[in-house]
């Protein structure tokens, strides 16, 4: 009987429109359901009562956005269980995030939510906004029901395995800190930054083939090509990551005048945020990476790269009118996001500008197989106010292979006289660094990797604003490891990182 209770997301409509001609009143409540206890009970039996059919809607395991290891429970489950309870008439689970799409399917004449989003400050997402907006255009009602307040984050945070110790102890400790109110009034600070990204912009093309096997000459790997996907690196992915959190920001860059990256570009950049020269004698940078098709749980197989560099730096013309740009340009920002990745855009005087003239100066200059051994920040570079570095562009600016890594960047933060510093060491740990505040070790909040390319980049994205803005260490690392947690889990930079998704997780997270 439970199981004939779970309704198709496609078939839900229809159900309720012949409920609706039958004259019955549908009661709708939505939400993960993740670990059900006497509240929800309580909740939906309330529900039930306000109505003739009370329709659970349940967010599908893809689209849940409560940090790692969530859902505990995977969808089968949760329905199940919903599905089990006597008060429950019918289950829909809903492939999106949100609760907006699933109250248009079961245009409810009554949605209830909890009585703990009767406070203001308990929605600090600000979806429950987007759902009475919903909810009047199908012409319902909002009621608050549940007498009995239980969390089931709080729960599985405090006493299920989800997350690794040393993620628990960090949240926790965090969480004793900062209440989730603070989290997101940090990350609303955010939105008037004045910001201005500089930086080689990269064209990341993925293509996918079906391994066959091996040659039977040349023993090379011999593949079937499926299909391809270009997508926005480098500058300009930074770029799309701090359009979630400012609409204050322009993009200083240089690509070449092929008609394809001009098509890109344009889907990106605004006509008011380009500040992107387009110079003919220059090849528009393309990271070409063959791969196979992502599988389920696995992160992704990549088999071998193809890059597509200019042979030469820019000629001293263009580098005096991108000069010409940034002087203007540099008079009207709060911050500047450097992102040196050695392809040739950041020849000496450009470099010297931006450590003289910016307001606030936030760099990462990337080694890479091009530039490996030669673009090593404590070379080229002599003042930043953050910089972050992962593990190896660490170990060629210190010139040594056994380090103490945090010593070593408490060194490279007064060599710069920075205010913050980040190494990011991947599935290791990340250490944060500002004067007057305690080193800020933070665990990897994402073991489930898809694809790690990227990661960085939204790590630094984040986290540069948190520290133009002089945020807590903890809390700029926090946020910054938030970035990449959500960045492993998209191939490349097929999106940005979402600022919606990002306070939801870290809200979870801080839930003690």
């Not at 201005?196 to 096997?213: A, E, H, M």
């Not at 945020?273 to 992704?300: C, H, N, W, Y």
Request: proline fraction near 5%.
């Amino acid at each position: 009987m439970a199981a004939g209770k779970i309704i198709p997301f496609a078939a839900a409509p229809a159900l309720c429109q012949s409920l609706r001609a039958r004259g019955q009143r549908i009661v709708q409540s939505h939400g993960i359901f993740d670990l059900i206890h006497p509240g929800h009970i309580v909740h939906l039996e309330e529900a039930r009562a306000l109505g003739d059919v009370l329709v659970v809607t349940v967010t599908g395991d893809p689209f849940v956005n409560k940090g790692p290891g969530r859902p505990y429970f995977k969808e089968q489950l949760r329905t199940r269980s919903l599905a089990a309870l006597s008060c429950v008439d019918y289950v829909v689970l809903v492939p999106f995030p949100g609760a907006v799409e699933s109250i248009a399917c079961v245009r409810p004449h009554i949605y209830c939510k909890g009585k703990e989003y009767e406070d203001p400050d308990f929605d600090t997402a600000g979806g429950l906004a987007r759902e009475i907006r919903a909810v009047k255009r199908c012409g319902g009602q909002v009621q608050f029901t549940g007498s009995v307040k239980h969390s089931s984050t709080r729960l599985l945070n405090l006493y299920f395995d989800h997350l690794s110790g040393p993620v628990r102890d960090f949240c926790g400790a965090l969480a004793a800190r900062y209440t989730r109110r603070q989290f997101t009034e940090a990350v609303e600070r955010l939105a008037d930054l004045r910001i201005l990204v500089v930086g080689d912009t990269i064209f990341d093309r993925y293509s996918y083939l079906q391994v066959q096997g091996l040659t039977s000459k040349s023993r090379s790997i011999s593949g079937r090509f499926l299909h391809e996907d270009t997508q926005a690196g480098g500058a300009l992915a930074v770029f799309r990551h701090v359009k979630q959190f400012t609409r204050h920001v322009k993009l200083i860059s240089l690509v070449g005048t092929e008609p394809w990256a001009e098509r890109l570009l344009r889907a990106e950049v605004a006509p008011s945020e380009d500040k992107v020269m387009r110079e003919a004698g220059f090849t528009t940078i393309v990271k070409q990476r063959f791969v196979e098709p992502l599988l389920e749980g696995s992160e992704m197989s990549k088999l071998f790269a193809v890059n597509f560099l200019a042979a030469e730096p820019p000629s001293a013309k263009v580098q005096q009118r991108l000069l010409a740009v940034l002087h203007r340009e540099l008079r009207r920002v709060d911050a500047v996001l450097l992102l040196d990745f050695g392809h040739g855009l950041l020849q000496s005087p450009l470099r010297d500008l931006l450590q003289t003239a910016s307001p606030f100066l936030a760099l990462n200059c990337q080694t890479n197989s091009n530039n490996h051994g030669f673009n090593i920040i404590s070379r080229q570079y002599r003042r930043a106010d953050a910089f972050s570095l992962d593990e190896q562009e660490l170990l060629l600016a210190v010139g040594h292979r056994h380090v103490d890594h945090a010593r070593e960047l408490a060194r490279l933060k007064r060599r710069f006289r920075a205010r913050y510093a980040w190494l990011t060491r991947g599935a290791v740990q990340t250490i944060g660094l500002h004067d007057r505040e305690r080193p800020c070790p933070c665990p990897p909040l994402e073991t489930d990797v898809v694809d790690t390319v990227g990661a960085g980049d939204a790590f630094f994205s984040v986290a540069a604003l948190a520290a133009a803005r002089g945020l807590p260490v903890d809390l700029a690392t926090f946020l910054g490891q938030l970035a990449g947690a959500q960045a492993v889990k998209i191939v490349g930079n097929a999106r940005p990182i979402a600022k919606t998704i990002l306070l939801q997780s870290g809200m979870s997270l801080l839930n003690f």
